[in-house]
């Protein structure tokens, strides 16, 4: 293949019109009228040696094949003017040979020289025809006597003709098909090679540009066309590494990998090797990459391995091996380091009110407020969620570490825009203190982060300096982690049942007596050997543990047994209420696990309510409205717990499927002062069409009031404390209420 086969126009013209033209090779183009001239010679020669010296018909038989042969020499070679020399030669020799001309018996040589020559330039369907003509004419004069020889030999001498023009047209159109099916192939792998983004070109001995594709034209910004021809040099004067590998693989004879080459903003990585031809060498070729991107990508993703993505804060791996090197510093240079381990106070109160957007602007905001605390050769990162870690070195004392806290903490106090919203956060911080010898780096993170803890227990907002005996209060932390996990996978967790009545004719411990409509399920841990452990301090811990959906199923399922027992045994259509967190709400199969644990203790959807937080249902307002309309669909009930407490537009109160409002504690015992806003959520429940639960009911006149008011349900500890299920059983078959 020439160096021109693909891409680049470096080949030589082409000769004739048609595509024909282009699959027939220019020597035998030329070998056809060379063969005219031939025949007009042989004429000639005839003509010498011929008895008579007149102007004979074969002197100007041989005239007109001059004239054609020296005709198609000077370009008259399209297929048209070729069939007409043909026809030309066939007629003048039929009829040299019916008119017996002297020196017609050699006639014979040039019919042979036309089956030889014609059907390899002529187009495919001229090139059978010879086949056929030329022995016909050969035959054509047989009856006037002109054969030389018998007729046998003169049909043996038509079918040799007809025999070898049938070889050479065999053999032309199997080599045009072979040129077709070449440049066919040759034609997509241009398309290939012109389309790939992969640099791709060809350079002579003298280190011009024999062939190069569009990729590689983009190295220099010139024209592809501006680079054929010329010296590698005249292009690349501002690149000098290509002229100078290019020269590298011509001297030594072997291929040079991984040159660099930069062009613009634009970096290539480049190859270059030897073309050879057997042991002669050609040339170099050469191949280019962008790896501009790449590039780009390798130096993105090594900044986010150590890089936090929503601050742009470095994170605790780059966090980590900074303070590994402070740390070496320090032991050879002396000097205090400390580390500061911040946390955001209240943090998931801002996510689950205001929205993860909302949460994650003050996020950001902390991390440049805290970036603007510290000197510069310090560090500050974000480790994950809302817990920051600052490095501070060369520090004086403890006490400077404690003061670089106490700034922390007083610029984080300061309002924080949010959209729309100004929000005041705080943030409790933990010190540690890294002196000469220290280079315990997970120690030393480990003890900021349990002072940490201790600012946050302490009552938030402040600076809390490690002391050893924190340690306790961490071990206990974590003793407390693994209780909870071990009680949740053997199933500890029990389940007490607070009853709901209905209001408008109740008395203390009349419950039992036909105004009881229901039980809230709420789930119990008693801990052996610490006795009962409050649900707040258990249940947010089961969140964070990623035990929540567990403990959460075991309770619905636990609840909905019982409460199943309960009305076979008595008859009544008693209902039950469980809470589900955010994380079970959010959880896919939220709908088919309801569904499952339904079917199989065999409870009625009616009778259960499950009982959501409005700020729960406020965290995604559209995915809240898909499960609850799942739950809905069900024929489960749906309450808004704790409502009046978190930031429900009334325009989404409107639109969620509820079927509940429990008014939450916090209302009831500010009775009767708030006793208009009280009324207002009534109403608003009203207008909805939503039943209404008040909680927290503790005395006769909070009781009286609510029922005036016209609350249609109640709960509390006037009514009746949460009952264990044996209590909840003598409950319903008429004892008085008493847990």
């Known amino acids: ?21 282009a699959s027939v090779p220019a020597r035998l183009w030329m070998l056809e009228p060379l063969a005219c001239l031939a025949l007009a010679g042989h004429g000639l020669a005839v003509q010498v040696v011929a008895s008579e010296r007149a102007v004979p018909a074969m002197a100007g038989a041989s005239l007109v094949l001059f004239v054609l042969g020296v005709g198609g020499l000077l370009g008259w070679r399209a297929p048209w003017t070729v069939a007409v020399r043909l026809g030309v030669i066939v007629t003048l020799g039929f009829v040299l040979m019916a008119i017996r001309a002297e020196g017609s018996g050699y006639i014979l040589l040039w019919y042979f020289v036309v089956v030889a020559v014609y059907p390899l330039v002529l187009p495919r369907q001229i ?267 060369e520090l004086a004392d403890a006490e400077e570490a404690k003061s670089v806290g106490e700034r922390v903490c007083a610029v984080l106090r300061e309002p924080i825009r949010v959209g729309e919203r100004l929000i005041t956060s705080t943030m409790s911080v933990g010190v540690a203190v890294g002196t000469p010898g220290d280079r315990d780096v997970e120690g030393l993170l480990r003890d900021a982060d349990v002072a940490m803890y201790q600012a946050k227990d302490t009552g938030r907002d402040q600076v809390a300096v490690f002391d050893v005996r924190l340690r306790r209060g961490a071990s206990e932390r974590f003793e407390f982690h693994s209780a909870l996990r071990g009680a949740i996978e053997r199933g500890e967790i029990g389940v007490a049942y607070q009853p709901v009545v209905r209001l408008g004719r109740v008395q203390r411990g009349d419950v039992a007596h036909g105004s009881l409509v229901g039980l809230e399920a709420l789930a119990r841990w008693h801990r052996p050997g610490y006795g009962d452990v409050p649900p707040m301090a258990f249940i947010p811990m089961a969140e964070d543990l990623g035990l929540i959906h567990t403990l959460g199923e075991h309770v619905l399922r636990t609840a909905c047994a019982a409460v199943r027992r309960w009305r076979d045994g008595t008859g009544r259509p008693l209902t039950v209420a469980v809470n589900m967190s955010a994380l079970q709400l959010a959880e896919a199969r939220c709908v088919d696990l309801v569904a499952d644990v339904l079917d199989d203790v065999g409870l009625p959807a009616s009778a259960l309510q499950l009982e959501i937080t409005e700020s729960v249902l406020m ?108 209590s909840v059983a003598h409950y319903l078959r008429g004892g008085s209420p008493t847990g």
């Open 127 to 393: 090139s059978r025809l010879v086949a056929v003509v030329v022995p016909v004419a050969y035959l054509l004069p047989v009856p006037l006597g002109a054969a030389d020889g018998p007729l046998p030999v003169a049909l043996l001498r038509a079918v040799s003709l007809a025999l070898i023009a049938v070889f050479v047209h065999t053999a032309a159109t199997a080599y045009r098909d072979a040129v077709a099916d070449r440049d066919s192939a040759l034609a997509l792998l241009r398309t290939f090679v012109d389309a790939t983004p992969v640099g791709l070109g060809y350079w002579d001995l003298d280190l011009r540009y024999r062939w190069l594709n569009t990729a590689l034209a983009g190295l220099s910004g010139l024209p592809l066309a501006e680079h054929i021809g010329r010296r590698a040099e005249e292009i690349y004067d501002l690149m000098p590494a290509v002229v100078r590998n290019l020269r590298r693989v011509l001297v030594s004879g072997r291929p040079v990998h991984d040159i660099e080459l930069a062009s613009g903003d634009r970096v290539w990585t480049s190859s270059y090797f030897p073309v050879r031809n057997g042991p002669r060498l050609l040339g170099v070729g050469g191949v280019a990459i962008d790896v501009t991107e790449q590039r780009e990508a390798v130096r993105a993703l090594s900044h986010s391995a150590t890089h936090d993505a929503l601050t742009g804060l470095p994170n605790r791996a780059l966090f980590s091996d900074r303070l590994e090197v402070a740390l070496a510093k320090a032991e050879r240079a002396g000097g205090v380091l400390a580390v500061l381990f911040c946390d955001v106070d209240r943090f998931k109160m801002v996510n689950d009110s205001l929205g993860h957007a909302a949460g994650d602007a003050l996020l950001r905001t902390a991390g440049e407020r805290l970036s603007g605390v510290v000197r510069g050769g310090d560090t500050v990162a974000r480790l994950g969620g809302d817990e920051f870690a600052l490095l501070c070195t």
């Open 619 to 726: 965290l995604d307002v559209e995915a809240s409205l898909r499960r609850l309309a799942g739950l809905r669909d069900l024929g489960v009930s749906v309450a808004v717990d704790d409502f009046g407490t978190g930031y429900s537009s009334l325009a989404y109160l409107r639109d969620l499927p509820v079927d509940v409002l429990k008014i939450d504690r916090s209302f009831t015992s500010r009775l009767p002062v708030d006793r208009a806003m009280f009324a207002f959520i009534v109403q608003l429940a009203r207008a909805i069409g939503a039943t209404t639960v008040v909680e927290g009911v503790e005395t006769r006149e909070q009781l009286d009031l609510v029922t005036e008011i016209g609350c249609d349900q109640a709960q509390g500890f006037y009514l009746s404390r949460p009952l264990t299920p044996d």
């Open 1 to 21: 293949m020439s160096a021109g086969g693909i891409g680049g126009d470096t080949g030589g013209p082409r000769v004739g019109s048609d595509l024909h033209s």
